[in-house]
């Protein structure tokens, strides 16, 4: 199994532009999520899907778009691409947590986005 | 947003020596999950440990959740260069069947050889 794999691994864009972070997953897992991380903070969710053709906001949505279109992919908009944006991007992919189960997000590498 | 708040933001130890890192929460859980970042890489599991347990194990880990406290701790036993690493808890709100966890900023945890 690859696990989950992001593209591209950097990125530099202009004020403006847009473009589409890739995440997939050969797990079958039901959930996906997608993080930002900036220096000195945790993980901030962007938004996060619970299956396919279902997602919904996390903490910081503003500016971002997703869908979910199958169980494999879960793919991250930029729609306009401003300096607050330049972050490290995480795609994450887990089970739904059962008794007994060992739980835990899958994380890929991440992608380092800059936005001049 | 909740959010877990780790403690120490910062841990400088030698080789051998026990690291421990603690993590506070604000509301009720579901579980308490523990990831270990290193430089330049995405996160990584470590260990789960859910509301009605206290303790659990894994290899040289080892986990305490405190619900009445809101708290949770993690030991590494005789540490290795190699556990250099950021280490996040992150936490799933009760009730939640969503899976939505929420990060604290991290421990950031040095062994010297």
């Known amino acids: 199994n690859a696990g989950v794999t992001q593209t591209p691994k950097f990125q530099v864009l202009k004020t403006g532009q847009s473009m589409t972070l890739q995440c997939a997953q050969d797990?079958?897992?039901?959930?996906m999520s997608w993080y930002r991380q900036d220096p000195g903070m945790g993980l901030r969710l962007i938004h996060y899907?619970?299956?396919?053709?279902?997602?919904d906001q996390g903490e910081v949505p503003n500016g971002y778009n997703v869908s979910r279109s199958t169980t494999e992919d879960f793919p991250l908009r930029l729609l306009s691409a401003a300096p607050s944006q330049t972050s490290v991007y995480f795609c994450?992919?887990?089970?739904?947590?059962?008794?007994?189960?060992?739980?835990?997000?899958?994380f890929g590498p991440g992608t380092r986005l800059t936005v001049l | 947003s909740q959010q877990g708040e780790e403690d120490p933001q910062a841990l400088s130890i030698q080789e051998g020596e026990n690291a421990t890192m603690n993590c506070s929460y604000k509301?009720?859980?579901?579980?308490l999950q523990w990831y270990r970042q290193n430089s330049g890489r995405g996160l990584v599991h470590l260990i789960l440990?859910?509301?009605?347990?206290r303790e659990k194990h894994s290899g040289r880990l080892r986990v305490t959740l405190d619900t009445s406290k809101k708290s949770s701790s993690l030991l590494i036993t005789a540490s290795r260069a190699a556990d250099t690493a950021s280490y996040f808890c992150?936490?799933?709100?009760?009730?939640?069947?969503?899976?939505?966890?929420?990060f604290g900023r991290g421990t950031q945890l040095t062994v010297w050889p």
């Open positions: 992150a936490t799933e709100d009760r009730g939640s069947t969503l899976g939505r966890l929420y």
């Open positions: 797990m079958n897992h039901e959930y």
């Open positions: 440990i859910r509301s009605n347990e």
């Open positions: 509301t009720s859980i579901n579980n």
């Open positions: 994450a992919s887990s089970y739904r947590v059962v008794a007994g189960g060992p739980g835990g997000q899958f």
């Open positions: 899907s619970v299956g396919a053709g279902i997602t």
